[in-house]
């Protein structure tokens, strides 16, 4: 059976859940791609954790900034700025994403629940105080190693305010994420491998709480029962088909 849009016009309360997937289109590099530049003999799960930056600084912060300074020279594309039309056509929204990148605010949503972090929030691997500078990004500049910018109050070494493996995720996002998914009666689950936990349990939260859940992912999703579906394409563009189907050509 196929997802009837017409369960998009008659939601009370959707969550969009999204993905590196969603930012895929705007050239950011998903997560499970395979790596640039100096990065490309590293996976990404070592990149991204407190114990390789402990071995290795210079090495994560250059990716970081190289990630930095591509979200800062991306744009949003139709498939965020179609989440943001969604806010005004339903009666609530909620959007959770697991992106580090600004594009959701930027293509125009008021509020995201970020899992895990922000990439132009920078802390103290040290004292863990938030740094009262952010530094502008450069130029992208493929695998380039950079020494770390130090804490003002204690010289430790600044990092990325994010969620790395091992972490755990921001408490109050993640209480919020979970009762909207139990909450909703649709989820939209877009571009996400749906492996890393506890964000994974989101759009299966909100199918046991009765939800219907449509995954749009390039790849095919396995979908269970009579309430779970998936869409295989570019988000870009099945996002704006499926708001037109809904909610009629000016949506
Ligand atoms: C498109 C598209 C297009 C492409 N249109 N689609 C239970 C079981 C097993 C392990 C664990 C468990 N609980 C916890 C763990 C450990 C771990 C974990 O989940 N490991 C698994 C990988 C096995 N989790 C954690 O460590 C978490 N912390 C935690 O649980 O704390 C409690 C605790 C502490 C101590 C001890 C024990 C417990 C923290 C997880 C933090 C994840 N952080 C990262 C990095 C963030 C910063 C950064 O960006 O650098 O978050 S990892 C990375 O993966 C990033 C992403 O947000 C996240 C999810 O990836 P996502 O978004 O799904 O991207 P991809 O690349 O995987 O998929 C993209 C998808 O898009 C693909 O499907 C494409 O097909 C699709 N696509 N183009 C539509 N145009
Ligand atoms: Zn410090």
């Known amino acids: 059976m196929s997802f009837d849009p ?9 969550v969009v859940f999204t993905g590196a997937g969603i930012s895929a289109e705007s050239g950011i590099p998903t997560f499970r791609d395979r790596l640039s530049g100096l990065w490309e003999r590293y996976e ?11 071995r290795d600084p210079a090495l994560v912060w250059g ?22 039309r969604l806010a005004a056509l339903v009666p609530k929204l909620t959007l959770i994403t697991q992106n580090v990148d600004d594009l959701h605010e930027r293509a125009g949503s008021r509020e995201a629940l970020h899992l895990h972090g922000r990439l132009d929030a920078l802390r103290c691997f040290a004292c863990t105080r938030p740094a009262l500078e952010i530094p502008k990004p450069d130029e992208p500049n493929e695998g380039r190693r950079v020494e770390p910018p130090r804490c003002t109050r204690c ?10 493996f091992g972490e755990q995720l921001p408490g109050d996002v993640l209480r919020a994420a979970f ?28 199918l046991a709480a009765g939800a219907t859940v ?17 869409l295989a394409g570019p988000a870009g563009e099945l996002l704006p088909a499926l708001l037109r189907q809904a909610f009629g050509a000016d949506a």
Do not use: M
């Not at 998914?181 to 571009?191: F, K, V």
């Open 179 to 206: 009762t909207a998914a139990e909450e909703c009666d649709l989820l939209l689950s877009i571009g996400t491998s749906g492996v890393v936990e506890p964000a994974a349990r989101i759009p299966r939260l909100a």
């Open 214 to 230: 449509l995954h749009l992912n390039t790849q095919p999703v396995a979908v269970q029962g009579e309430r779970e579906f998936a």
């Open 6 to 14: 017409s369960l998009l016009a008659k939601a009370r309360h959707l």
């Open 44 to 54: 990404a799960s070592e990149l991204a954790s407190a114990e390789g930056f402990r």
């Open 63 to 84: 990716w970081y900034e190289w990630r930095r300074t591509l979200v800062h020279h991306a744009q949003p594309n139709p498939g965020h700025q179609a989440i943001a």
């Open 155 to 164: 010289n430790g070494k600044l990092r990325p305010s994010v969620v790395w």
